[in-house]
């Protein structure tokens, strides 16, 4: 299994400025993902980040607007830019342990953009 | 493209009632299926990894089945309890440029009645 810390947990923002949400897991892993759930709706793949390397990102979702970092095997932040309310959802990390196909999540942080 | 569809949408139900959600996939080629939970405003717990190879999993008062053939899953509860009320999701794999990632379903949102 995989104990995943993030933070923040919550957050109210303006309109037009950007959070950093970070993602802390206690034993080393190759991929960490980032998922959307928008209000009332399933969770979205925003993308995966790997260590050393750019972020994979799926369709619909660009760099600009969510940058990844990912500086070591246990350690990754997503950044929601320029803010809108639009962007108002529960932002998600999870990831897969070596030796586990189960996914692991994180607690989530709930964003409202005013 | 893999695609989850979860039926329902929403489920109320009486304290004690057996209950059974629904999962069906479009990719047959399924190598394993997620059942994972979600409180309000949380992040997701991992409740039961069915693989391919396995037609059922069981965890406590939880059952899980896989059928390939017929692209379903599904989730049985016995004697269902007010704390089971939660969103439960289905997750299968699909293929991204990174490698492979999970696609949920829409969620059965549950509430179990005392």
């Known amino acids: 299994s995989a104990v995943i810390s993030q933070k923040p947990s919550r957050d109210i923002c303006q309109r037009g400025t950007s959070l950093t949400i970070q993602c802390q897991v206690d034993s080393q892993v190759t991929m960490m993902f980032w998922y959307r759930q928008q209000p009332g709706q399933s969770l979205t793949l925003i993308a995966t980040?790997?260590?050393?390397?750019?972020?994979?990102?799926e369709s619909g979702f660009v760099i600009d607007k969510f940058p990844i970092s990912r500086p070591n095997l246990t350690f990754s932040t997503l950044t929601v830019s320029n803010m809108s309310p639009e962007d108002s959802s529960i932002y998600l990390c999870?990831?897969?342990?070596?030796?586990?196909?189960?996914?692991?999540f994180g607690s989530g942080t709930q964003l409202s953009v005013l | 493209k893999q695609e989850v569809t979860q039926i329902p949408a929403a489920l109320s139900v009486p304290e004690g009632e057996n209950l059974v959600l629904n999962c069906s996939f479009t990719d047959s080629a399924i190598y394993n299926l997620q059942w994972f939970r979600q409180d309000p405003g949380k992040g997701l717990t991992s409740l039961l990894l069915i693989q391919s190879s396995q037609r059922e999993q069981t965890s406590g008062r939880l059952n899980a089945s896989l059928d390939k053939s017929s692209g379903r899953s599904t989730l049985y509860i016995a004697a269902s309890q007010p704390g089971d009320s939660a969103t439960y999701l289905c997750?299968?794999?699909?293929?991204?440029?990174?490698?492979?990632?999970?696609?949920f379903g829409g969620g059965t949102r549950l509430m179990v009645k005392p």
């Open positions: 997750a299968g794999p699909s293929y991204n440029n990174a490698g492979n990632m999970l696609t």
């Open positions: 999870s990831v897969a342990p070596r030796g586990s196909e189960k996914l692991f």
């Open positions: 980040a790997n260590q050393g390397s750019e972020a994979t990102y």
